[in-house]
């Protein structure tokens, strides 16, 4: 794999590749590059960069020291776009979900079905996708929801909504500027003979809420994930963020009280996510195991998250900004590139 830095691709690469650094070499059109470079298992070399050019010229290279080598067309942004599912049913109840990973951007939406009819939270991929999955099971999408206003990545929520006439669902809100069934805390969604019980949790966003399936399922959104929490600092100022921070504490002790079995399904995960169908999720007993800001006062958490914070998600003023206008890009791919950072460990 070629990559323009060891940093990029530890943060954000395909399982099971290497990293060769022959970037700028390549574009230099240097003769020797990638001359030590040996594929380990003998068979076909994929190589990858960015956006799918350079790693074109490492492909060429190397056939031309007759190693069998292919480049991956549209690169590590078109990997983002790769997709996979994994299934899980809901406990003691006939309803189904579907988690929908993104593999490459950790990206999780979900399918819930019953009684013939489905919702989709978070929807991150294209309309299609949901289509072709809900269709797959004999469902028919009447419900789109969404957690938060996204930053790290596009979402494809209202145009599913108005691709398949379903109710465009959201925490109620002033920040976006399109119609929207505004949801409070309290409410219940009704999907099939399944409900959906919206718990308003405030912290990483304003307006961030997490539902509740048949008070057995969560769906975190941002919020809470299997082993960190969302920040508060995105769109915020200094002051704001430690506001947020402090009422974050009381959105996620809020959930931590919950039944020890709830099933927590968040909205990312932080590694690429195999094609091995296993579900991405964790109960809520299990998740305040690993993580160890839930078991902190709210002023230790509060001075220890402000000062764990990651680096800001490539592009999130201008994907913020989209995401409150509904609107998505021709291409979404150079926009998206890059890890999700939207996690405190």
């Known amino acids: 794999m070629t990559a323009p830095t060891i940093a990029e691709y530890a943060e954000w690469s395909i399982p099971g590749s290497v990293h060769a650094d022959a970037y700028e070499a390549l574009r230099r059109g240097d003769p020797t590059a990638l001359a030590d470079f040996r594929p380990t298992n003998g068979d076909r070399v994929v190589t990858v960069c960015a956006a799918g050019k350079t790693s074109m010229l490492a492909a060429e ?80 999408i009447c419900t789109v929801l969404e957690t938060h206003v996204h930053a790290d990545h596009l979402s494809r929520a209202r145009a599913l909504a108005a691709d398949t006439g379903a109710r465009l669902c959201l925490p109620a809100t002033d920040r976006v500027s399109f119609e929207y069934a505004p949801l409070e805390d309290g409410d219940i969604v009704r999907v099939g003979s399944a409900g959906l019980r919206a718990l308003h949790t405030p912290g990483h966003t304003p307006e961030s809420a997490c539902y509740l399936l048949n008070e057995r399922v969560l769906f975190t959104g ?31 002790q809020r959930l931590v009280a919950l039944s020890p079995e709830t099933v927590v399904l968040p909205a990312h995960t932080s590694e690429p996510v195999s094609f091995d169908g296993q579900p991405i999720s ?64």
């Open 282 to 345: 964790a109960t809520v007993e299990e998740v305040q195991e690993r993580t160890s800001l839930l078991r902190e006062t709210e002023e230790t958490f509060v001075s220890q998250i402000l000062t764990r914070l990651p680096p800001t998600p490539p592009n999130h003023h201008r994907i913020v900004a989209l995401n409150e206008a509904g609107t998505l890009p021709d291409d979404p791919t150079e926009l998206e590139a890059g890890a999700n950072r939207c996690a405190v460990a």
């Open 61 to 140: 290279r190397l056939r031309a020291r007759g190693v069998d080598a292919v480049s991956l067309e549209g690169g590590m942004r078109a990997w983002s776009l790769a997709w996979n599912i994994a299934e899980l049913p809901c406990p003691g109840s006939t309803t189904r979900i579907v988690q929908l990973r993104r593999t490459g951007k950790g990206c999780l939406s979900y399918l819930i079905g019953s009684n013939g009819d489905a919702a989709v939270v978070d929807a991150s991929l294209d309309p299609q996708v949901y289509h072709r999955v809900a269709d797959k099971h004999g469902w028919r």
């Open 222 to 252: 941002d919020t809470l994930f299997l082993a960190a929490v969302g920040r508060p600092d995105l769109e915020a100022s200094a002051e704001q963020a430690r506001r947020r921070a402090h009422v974050l504490h009381a959105s996620l």
